[in-house]
């Protein structure tokens, strides 16, 4: 990039630009679950305190008769009288609900659901009292297994929040084995996509454990479908003892990479900012200003296609910004007027 003259004036306000970049990857447990895992939906009934004046009204009774209840239990009084005023518009009836795996094992820590079902105004501020919640034991007269316990502040998304979330602590391990078929286990998708499905299997015969303990009985996974990944267990891993370290580690350590997002830039001219992804460049072209006169040559070096890789459009607005004193509330006249010009490699959307 080559330049001469003064930069241009800057403008008063500044805009934000936000950059969004490819992760470098993801595990493979974050993308799929094992045949044979399901999910439990565990659920629970409690009461969120300390919300001076957004609580349940006297309307309401159902808060009420749960504290009492509670005070009852706790204070060894069957009699106990709680006064209307302890209640109203300070404590709320919450349901509390979260899905657990079927992995998960005594102590870990699970992110529920705290939803306000009576005429609460908001949760804001609350803390959820103790609270047990329970999961079905397969007989199917409801919820009686007690799996976890929640209490602690509710994180709500500000005022007028009628639900939002606590922290529960699982008390027992979930230990359901996973279905294993003839040496085999099968890796079901999240979102099924034969890409995706192709990249978990390349990720997993390459993953270096695999190479050094099966490179005999190699490949070990292969696609089944766009949903499903079939997954070969080495006969030295096959034990009862060896097998769960087996899938943990391909579960936890094989990273798969993420495909990059499409090139596209969204340009919001109503508060001047800037989006991109993905990989947004430039070709070459000249821009000439009243104040100075920028080359953009490329970098002169080709992709595998023969086809010129040119510059990345945040090098070439940072360059600016840096060097020619073009303010970042700028950008986005610039960058519809390289489009217009037709050298802007990518989508671009404008948004009033």
């Given at each position: 990039m080559a330049t001469t003259r003064r930069p241009l004036s800057c403008l008063a306000l500044l805009a934000l630009l936000l950059v969004s970049t490819p992760a470098a990857g993801q595990r493979v447990m974050d993308l799929v679950r094992v045949e044979g895992e399901r999910r439990h939906?565990?659920?629970?009934?409690?009461?969120?305190?300390?919300?001076?004046?957004?609580?349940?009204?006297?309307?309401?009774?159902?808060?009420?008769?749960?504290?009492?209840?509670?005070?009852?239990?706790?204070?060894?009084d069957p009699e106990l009288a709680v006064p209307e005023e302890m209640v109203a518009k300070n404590v709320a009836a919450v349901f509390v609900t979260a899905d657990i795996s079927s992995d998960m094992k005594a102590g870990s820590k699970v992110t529920v659901r705290v939803s306000s079902i009576e005429d609460a105004s908001s949760l804001e501020g609350g803390e959820l009292y103790w609270t047990h919640l329970f999961a079905d034991d397969g007989s199917g007269s409801g919820p009686h297994r007690f799996l976890a316990r929640a209490q602690g502040p509710v994180v709500t998304a500000g005022r007028g929040a009628r639900s939002g979330t606590?922290?529960?602590?699982?008390l027992e391990d979930i230990d359901i084995p996973p279905r294993?078929?003839?040496g085999r286990?099968?890796?079901?998708?999240?979102?099924?996509?034969?890409?995706?499905?192709?990249?978990?299997?390349r990720a997993i015969n390459a993953f270096p454990w695999l190479l050094r303990h099966a490179a005999e009985e190699m490949p070990i996974a292969s696609v089944e479908s766009a949903g499903t990944v079939r997954v070969r267990i080495?006969?030295?891993?096959?034990?009862?003892?060896?097998?769960?370290?087996f899938i943990s580690r391909i579960l936890s350590e094989v990273q798969v990479r993420r495909p990059e997002p499409e090139a596209r830039v969204v340009v919001q001219r109503s508060s001047g900012r800037v989006f991109i992804s993905g990989q947004v460049r430039v070709a070459p072209v000249t821009v000439l200003t009243p104040q100075f006169e920028l080359e953009l040559r490329g970098s002169g070096e080709?992709?595998?296609?023969?086809?010129?890789v040119h510059d990345l459009l945040i090098d070439v607005l940072k360059y600016l910004e840096q060097n020619e004193g073009v303010e970042q509330t700028d950008w986005a006249e610039i960058i519809q007027g390289l489009d217009r010009a037709g050298v802007l490699v990518g989508k671009l959307e404008v948004e009033e």
């Open positions: 939906n565990i659920m629970g009934y409690g009461l969120v305190g300390g919300l001076a004046g957004k609580g349940d009204s006297a309307k309401s009774p159902l808060a009420r008769e749960m504290l009492i209840a509670a005070l009852e239990t706790l204070m060894d606590c922290e529960a602590v699982l294993v078929e003839k286990i099968r890796l079901h998708l999240d979102h099924p996509d034969l890409a995706a499905a192709s990249e978990i299997v080495p006969l030295t891993q096959q034990s009862e003892e060896r097998l769960p370290d080709t992709r595998a296609d023969g086809s010129p």
